[in-house]
């Protein structure tokens, strides 16, 4: 079965600074990944999405990952954060029958100035 | 615009007692789902619908029960048998093609009395 392991829990960062979350992902068969934010008291938003072809995933907002299958990770980037990116993220991973999809437990990103 | 709704934003429930969730969507999507919100453990799956009068067990479906009368409508009844129902509740749907949920409500948070 597949599983989702986001490392770090909370990333502080200061705004215009880069940033990374990591996410690694288990699974004996090809895999479908995802990211998604949530912001305070509100419901998930897709930021992007790797099915397949070009390993490098540009999302909304700025954001990008990168799909690497030999390490099985699929870490979110972004270049310069800004206040409004605090957040919560969340990775996730199915095996292409949708209604697996696994999340990880989150990241919090906190940006501050 | 197009969305999913959830209601109530926030709910209190009496030990023993049923208490349903509201989740309408407009969006024209076929499949719907139910998540659970715990900190510190990501989403997890409840029940999830592919087509009107079907649905489907998720991973933690035991105390819940779903019914999918409409297409538009996918309620959630929290019952007396879920012995630890304090979570936040998240409603989502997606088309049959899309592989993972596209859209999500915006929540509701259950507490118990």
Redesign the interface.
């Known amino acids: 079965a597949q599983s989702?392991t986001q490392l770090d829990?909370q990333v502080p960062v200061f705004e215009e600074a880069p940033v990374e979350l990591r996410c690694n992902y288990s699974s004996s068969v090809s895999v479908?990944l995802?990211w998604y934010v949530q912001y305070p008291?509100?419901?998930?938003?897709?930021l992007l999405?790797y099915?397949s072809g070009s390993t490098l995933v540009k999302g909304i907002n700025g954001f990008e990952a990168q799909f690497n299958k030999s390490q099985t990770s699929f870490h979110l980037r972004k270049p310069s954060v800004h206040i409004s990116d605090t957040a919560e993220y969340?990775c996730?991973v199915?095996e292409?029958s949708?209604?697996?999809?696994v999340?990880?437990?989150?990241t919090r990103l906190l940006v501050s100035p | 615009d197009g969305g999913i709704t959830q209601s109530p934003k926030y709910l209190f429930r009496k030990e023993g007692q049923n208490v349903t969730l509201s989740c309408e969507q407009n969006l024209n999507h076929d499949a719907m789902y139910w998540y659970r919100q715990d900190p510190g453990q990501g989403l997890r799956l409840i029940y999830y619908s592919q087509i009107v009068n079907d649905f489907q067990k998720g991973d933690i479906a035991e105390g819940y029960s779903v019914s999918r009368e409409k297409k538009e409508s996918f309620p959630l009844t929290v019952t007396s048998a879920q012995k630890n129902p304090t979570a936040f509740y998240l409603c989502a749907s997606s088309t049959l093609q899309a592989g993972q949920p596209q859209h999500f409500g915006d929540g509701t948070r259950l507490s118990i009395l």
């Open positions: 989702v829990s479908y995802f008291n509100q419901g998930l938003q897709l999405k099915l969340f996730a199915t292409k949708f209604q697996k999809l999340f990880g437990t989150g």
